[in-house]
T-cell receptor, first 120, second 116 residues
Framework: GAVVSQHPSWVICKSGTSVKIECRSL??????MFWYRQFPKQSLMLMAT?????????EQGVEKDKFLINHASLTLSTLTVTSAHPEDSSFYIC????????????????FGPGTRLTVT | AQKVTQAQTEISVVEKEDVTLDCVYE???????LFWYKQPPSGELVFLIR??????QNEISGRYSWNFQKSTSSFNFTITASQVVDSAVYFC?????????????FGAGTQVVVTP
């Protein structure tokens, strides 16, 4: 199956700094990427949807100025947590769907391994 | 609005016992997809199954089986002869199609603990 990577796998930062998380589709063109957030012992919550070349669509309650999403190419989306605070500490997971070669796999969705963010 | 309910927070079993995880969903869509994912302690989601709303056939894959009952809006998952490696959190999820595709609504998850 298609592979999605995330970098970094974990990051610790100080309060007030910004952190960028990368999500890459390694062997397919990701026309759509999704960002999820998971607090400890809780479920995954969709934060935003991004389509290549256009602005991300944020779910209700997600601050777009705090969680900047850029999907500038068919293989890369980034999530930047700006002015991070301890309450932003969470597990961030991206997923992607798109095409593999000429095969449309838009109804397949591939998850990255996640990035654990700790803000001190 | 879509909603997925996994009422079981945690299930503990002894190895070789069967375990069934319940999933009840709500949606106004006539076409939708249901999923099960496994999340081991490492955190990475492992895809188990995707089922569309028009396919009510039950499915078996090795020790895993799924029972989709559209009449009761349920999509239950059974692990037969559980093993310690099955210990994980299992999530049921729901997605619409078209503009809603991929926007997964996850249930709260069920922690499965399998002891030797």
């Amino acid at each position: 199956g298609a592979v999605v990577s995330q970098h970094p796998s974990w990051v610790i930062c100080k309060s007030g700094t910004s952190v960028k998380i990368e999500c890459r589709s390694l062997d397919f063109q990701a026309t759509t990427m999704f960002w999820y957030r998971q607090f400890p012992k809780q479920s995954l919550m969709l934060m935003a949807t991004s389509n290549e070349g256009s602005k991300a669509t944020y779910e209700q309650g997600v601050e777009k100025d705090k969680f900047l999403i850029n999907h500038a190419s068919l293989t890369l989306s980034t999530l930047t947590v700006t002015s991070a605070h301890p309450e932003d500490s969470s597990f961030y997971i991206c997923s992607a769907s798109g095409t593999v070669g000429h095969r449309l796999v838009s109804y397949e969705q591939y998850f990255g391994p996640g990035t654990r963010l700790t803000v001190t | 609005a879509q909603k997925v309910t996994q009422a079981q927070t945690e299930i503990s079993v002894v190895e070789k016992e069967d375990v069934t995880l319940d999933c009840v969903y709500e949606t106004r869509d006539t076409t939708y997809y249901l999923f099960w994912y496994k999340q081991p302690p490492s955190g990475e989601l492992v895809f188990l199954i995707r089922r569309n709303s028009f396919d009510e056939q039950n499915e078996i894959s090795g020790r895993y089986s799924w029972n989709f009952q559209k009449s009761t809006s349920s999509f239950n998952f059974t692990i037969t002869a559980s093993q310690v490696v099955d210990s994980a959190v299992y999530f049921c999820a729901l997605s619409g199609v078209d503009d809603s595709w991929g926007k997964l609504q996850f249930g709260a998850g069920t922690q499965v603990v399998v002891t030797p």
